[in-house]
Antibody
Framework: QVQLVQSGAEVKKPGASVKVSCKAS????????IHWVRQAPGQGLEWMGY????????NFAQKFLARVTMTRDTSINTAYMELSRLRSDDTAVYYC????????????WGQGTLVTVSS | IQLTQSPSSLSASVGDRVTITCRAS??????LAWYQQKPGKAPKLLIY???SLQSGVPSRFSGSGSGPDFTLTISNLQPEDFATYYC??????????FGQGTKLEIK
């Protein structure tokens, strides 16, 4: 079955960077884009961007353009999201999710990774 | 593209029928999805393409609309349905916007 398994919780200081991984299994990794969505405590869902694991192409929300990098390693079916110059308001749960293009739906999600930014 | 969900919260009883609305600020064709999220859990896809039921989702969930207004209807509410619901447009990016969410609580 399709599974996305994310790396564990992180605590970072303001100004640092964090890199979250998302390991895919149960399907052809290069066949579906991986999207990243975050959720601050008690808040709604915020779409950050995506990576096409086949081509490496990326697209980001304007808000994150200057600070986010998304990469992938097809040899281990893993996508990565790195956010730099962290601020306290980056404290959130970060999710990866698979987009099924035909139906345009995020049909499978990782379990989430809590990133806490605190001095 | 902005998505405005209403209401932001809702109280209902087991067995009730409830409707949540999502209004898009621009045309999004039928590229609208609905997700359910429970505390501490990842969102779960319920509806895609505005009205297609995701495999494994109970048939008491249904979606309709073609823009700018879309609705999620839950018939015969069950205890496990009390959660927060989000709509998302997947017509154009960036970003693939989410609505602000609707919290469904037990009356």
């Amino acid at each position: 079955q399709v599974q996305l398994v994310q790396s564990g919780a992180e605590v970072k200081k303001p100004g640092a960077s964090v890199k979250v991984s998302c390991k895919a299994s149960g399907y052809t990794f290069t066949g579906y884009s991986i999207h990243w969505v975050r959720q601050a405590p008690g808040q709604g869902l915020e779409w950050m961007g995506y990576i096409n694991p086949n081509s490496g192409d990326t697209n980001f929300a304007q808000k994150f353009l200057a600070r986010v990098t998304m990469t992938r390693d097809t040899s281990i079916n893993t996508a990565y999201m790195e956010l730099s110059r962290l601020r306290s308001d980056d404290t959130a749960v970060y999710y990866c999710a698979r987009l099924v293009g035909l139906g345009r739906k995020l049909d499978s999600w990782g379990q989430g990774t809590l990133v806490t930014v605190s001095s | 593209i902005q998505l405005t969900q209403s209401p932001s919260s809702l109280s209902a009883s087991v067995g009730d029928r409830v409707t949540i609305t999502c209004r898009a600020s621009q045309g999004i064709s039928s590229y609208l999805a609905w997700y359910q999220q429970k505390p501490g859990k990842a969102p779960k896809l319920l509806i895609y393409g505005a009205s297609s039921l995701q495999s494994g989702v109970p048939s008491r969930f249904s979606g309709s609309g073609s823009g700018p207004d879309f609705t999620l209807t839950i018939s015969n509410l069950q205890p496990e349905d009390f959660a927060t619901y989000y709509c998302q447009q997947l017509n154009s990016y960036p970003p693939y916007t989410f609505g602000q969410g609707t919290k469904l609580e037990i009356k």
